[in-house]
Structure formats: structure tokens, C-alpha cells
């Protein structure tokens, strides 16, 4: 059985991981990688991979959307590849279902290659679309801050969560804008991601999350993209893939 696979994580040493793993099971050909959910849909669609290694936390479209896009009932075989706590994972592990967690041990990555083989053979999509709710459900149960800890020269600022209106990207920093303020820290802006409500917060491109609550109105541009206007007047890019969860938020 000659499988081919895609592997899409935004972190280059887990992609190279898995495909380091993969370099010894000689029925599998690793067909590509991507680095954000955006290429990934892209080549999903168009070389149509037996397998996919899905990473569900990347920036500007996660793992989660990425499945939302393309659809359940299309996607191939799928591992996914998580940060959750040990705990959770067990949960997985009770409904048979197909993951790894970071860093990927040889041994955890083997066990979840043969189930993927053998959902391959079975054309089982059926457990897929449990593991995606599974996902979603455990994603929805996780705790948000109401405050977020910056500083602010000698300080520590504890800034309502609510309050902000958008989330910039500056390198390995993040800067927080609320009205005319700013506040700056020393973070991802994936990493800050992962702490706030996505249903709440989106994020409307690769450098940029915004509040929904803060959104005053989304203007067609040019290339497909589209404009977001703040009710403070700013205005930001919004990638064309994020149109679409927009519209789901009822925007």
C-alpha cells in the first residue's frame, strides 16, 4: 500500500520530526509541507493526500478551520497534532482516536501511523468527524483569562481581556491596543492566542487578532481580501480564508 502524505505544522522542527519518522516506513511518500493553514487547504485540495499530519494550533487558520474548510466528508485520513495536557489525551486514547503531542515521541508516532493505516484501508471517515468534535469540544471546555499580566515599566498591568481592541504581531512581541493605548510584551502572538475566546477574538490575518465586539464594519478590497474598520477607526487587513469564519460569527 503506497500512501501519500502531507505534514502542516507552522513550527519547522515538528514538521521536520515527523518527517524524519516518516523517512522509515518506505510505503509512505511525503508529498509536502506547509506552514499555515491557508497553503495547507491549497494543497489538500490540489494533490489530494492519503494522509495529513494537521497541526491544530497555526496561526491565522488552525487546524479546526482548516477541516471547517475543506469539509469533513473530504478530508483525508487525519493525525492530529496537539499541545494539550496528558489528561486530555488520555480522553482521545479512550475513543480510539488518532493524535500526537508535542515533542512526538517514536514510539506514540508509530502507534498513531498504524491506526492511519488502517483507517486508510477502512475509509473510516466516520471516526474522523467524532475526533474533529472531540476537538472542538475539548477546545471549548479550556479556561480564558478575564485579565491579561503586561508590564508596563516597573509594573505589572492586569488588562481586562474585554477591553482590547486588537492584538498586533512584532516579531517574538505582541502589542496590545485599547483606544489610544498600547501595551507591549514579550510574546507570540499564537502563544497570546491560545489564551483568549475564539468566539470573541478573531484572527484576521497573520499579524493581527482582532475583537469581534470592537469590529464596526468589513469592507470588500482588493485580491479577495477585505477590510476590517474598528469602531476606534483603525483599519486592518483581513485575509480572504478568514472571510469566511467572519460571516460564521455573524459579522
Not at 124 to 135: E, M, N
Amino acid at each position: 500500500m503506497n500512501i501519500r502524505a502531507l505534514v502542516i505544522d507552522d513550527e519547522r522542527l515538528a514538521r521536520r520530526t515527523i518527517v524524519r519518522l516518516l523517512a522509515k516506513h518506505a510505503e509512505v511518500e511525503v508529498i509536502g509541507e506547509c506552514d499555515d493553514g491557508e497553503y495547507a487547504v491549497e494543497q489538500i485540495r490540489t494533490k489530494k493526500p492519503d494522509l495529513v499530519f494537521l497541526d491544530v494550533q497555526m496561526p491565522e487558520m488552525d487546524g479546526f478551520q482548516v477541516v471547517s474548510t475543506i469539509g469533513t466528508d473530504k478530508m483525508p485520513v487525519t493525525i492530529f497534532v496537539t499541545a494539550y495536557d496528558t489528561y486530555a489525551l488520555h480522553a482521545f486514547d479512550a475513543n480510539a482516536v488518532d493524535y500526537l503531542l508535542k515533542p512526538v515521541s517514536k514510539e506514540r508516532f508509530e502507534r498513531a501511523l498504524v491506526r492511519a493505516k488502517q483507517r486508510i484501508e477502512n475509509t473510516d471517515q466516520g471516526q474522523l468527524q467524532r475526533l474533529f468534535r472531540s476537538l472542538q469540544q475539548l477546545a471549548a471546555r479550556e479556561k480564558r483569562p478575564d485579565r491579561l499580566a503586561v508590564p508596563k515599566g516597573e509594573r505589572i498591568v492586569l488588562i481586562p481581556v474585554k477591553d482590547i481592541d486588537w492584538i498586533e504581531a512584532r516579531g517574538n512581541y505582541v502589542r496590545l491596543h485599547i483606544g489610544s493605548d498600547e501595551f507591549e510584551c514579550r510574546r507570540t502572538l499564537t502563544d497570546i492566542e491560545r489564551q483568549l475566546d475564539p468566539a470573541v477574538f478573531l484572527r484576521i490575518h497573520r499579524s493581527a487578532i482582532v475583537n469581534i465586539e470592537k469590529i464596526k464594519e468589513i469592507q470588500t478590497w482588493f485580491h479577495g481580501y477585505h477590510r476590517v474598520v474598528l469602531v476606534t477607526g483603525k483599519e486592518l487587513r483581513m485575509s480572504r480564508y478568514q472571510l469566511e469564519i467572519a460571516r460564521k460569527l455573524g459579522l
